[in-house]
C-alpha cells in the first residue's frame, strides 16, 4: 500500500539513537537481552514499517529484532508479558485496543511504568477494509481508540498504529499519515492467536526470525499462550545472537477534542478498574 511521499524526508531525518538499557546493566540475569539501541522516529506524515507491507524504511540491522504485542491490556496475561520482558530488561512496543485500555487502565499504566512504548490498535479492534467501516465510522474507530488510551494513561501515548489484521485501505493509510501516525505493520507473525501452546509460539517464531534474520516480530499479550512461552522465546532469542531495538518517537499522539470528550462521556463515572479488584473487594468470610 503507498504511504504519504510527505512521510520520506522526515522518517529518514527522524531516527535518533538514545543511550539502551545493556544486557550487562540487567540485575540478577546475566543472560538478558537488554536493549542494543533505542530508536527515536519522527511519525510525521505517516511513515510505514514492517517489510510485510511497508518497502521503504527498511532501518534494521541484522540480527536485529523488534517485540511488538497487539490486543491488550488484559488481565493475568499482560503481566506476565511484563515480567518476562523485565526479567531480560527488554523493551517493547504495545499496540493497545481503546475499549481494553478503559477497562483495565491500571494494566495498561503499569505497561507505561515499566518504559515500554504505548501506541494504538483502533478503538473495538474493527477491520477497516469492511465496508461499513468507509469513512466516518473508520475514521472513528482510529480516533476513538486513540482518545481511550489517552483516558485510561492520563497522557497522550505515542503517534504508532496498527491496522486490526493488518488490513490498511488505501484511504485509511492516507487518513492516518494526515494524524502523523506512523503505521506498523511486521515482519514475523507469531499466529499466536491460532494455538494455546506456548511452546509452539517459540518455534514458530524463531523459525521464521531465523530465515528472515532480522524483522519486527508480531505477538499479542491478549493470548495466554504468548504470556506463557516469552520466557522462553527471550532465552532463545539470546542464545541464538538477535538483540532487541526499541522504538520511541520523537513527539506524543495528538487527539481529537470531540473524540476526547466522547470518550468520556462514554465512560463517565467512577473508572471501574482504577485498581485491581482484589485490592477493592476482598472475601473475609466463606469460599
Known amino acids: 500500500m503507498p504511504i504519504r511521499t510527505a512521510a520520506i524526508a522526515a522518517a529518514l531525518a527522524g531516527f535518533v539513537f538514545v543511550q539502551p538499557v545493556l544486557a550487562e546493566d540487567c540485575p540478577g540475569n546475566p543472560d538478558a537481552l537488554g536493549v542494543a539501541r533505542t530508536v527515536e522516529i519522527d511519525t510525521t506524515g505517516g511513515p510505514g514499517f514492517g517489510l510485510e507491507q511497508y518497502k521503504l524504511y527498511d532501518f534494521l540491522q541484522a540480527g536485529e529484532v523488534v517485540l511488538t504485542f497487539d490486543d491488550g491490556p488484559w488481565p493475568d496475561n499482560t503481566a506476565k508479558v511484563l515480567k518476562a520482558l523485565k526479567d531480560h530488561c527488554v523493551k517493547a512496543t504495545f499496540f493497545a485496543i481503546g475499549k481494553h485500555a478503559v477497562w483495565h487502565p491500571h494494566i495498561l499504566k503499569q505497561v507505561a511504568a515499566a518504559g ?167 472475601t473475609i468470610t466463606g469460599q
Open 116 to 282: 515500554h512504548t504505548i501506541g494504538t490498535h483502533t478503538f473495538s479492534h474493527a477491520n477497516l477494509a469492511k465496508g461499513k467501516m468507509k469513512g466516518e465510522p473508520g475514521r472513528e474507530e482510529i480516533e476513538k481508540g486513540l482518545s481511550a488510551v489517552k483516558f485510561a494513561l492520563g497522557a497522550a501515548p505515542a503517534p504508532f498504529f496498527r491496522f486490526p489484521a493488518l488490513q490498511d485501505p488505501d484511504d485509511f493509510v492516507s487518513y492516518v499519515g494526515s494524524r502523523n501516525l506512523a503505521i506498523f505493520s511486521m515482519d514475523v507473525d507469531s499466529f499466536d492467536f491460532k494455538t494455546r501452546d506456548p511452546s509452539k509460539v517459540v518455534k514458530t517464531v524463531m523459525a521464521k526470525i531465523t530465515k528472515k534474520g532480522k524483522g519486527i516480530i508480531l505477538m499479542h499479550d491478549f493470548q495466554k499462550a504468548t504470556a506463557n512461552g516469552l520466557p522462553e522465546l527471550l532465552n532463545e532469542l539470546k542464545k541464538n545472537g538477535f538483540k532487541v531495538v526499541h522504538l520511541t518517537p520523537k513527539h506524543s499522539a495528538v487527539s481529537i477534542e470531540t473524540y476526547d470528550e466522547a470518550i468520556k462521556k462514554e465512560f463517565a463515572g467512577p473508572m471501574a478498574d482504577a485498581r485491581p479488584m482484589s485490592s477493592v473487594v476482598k
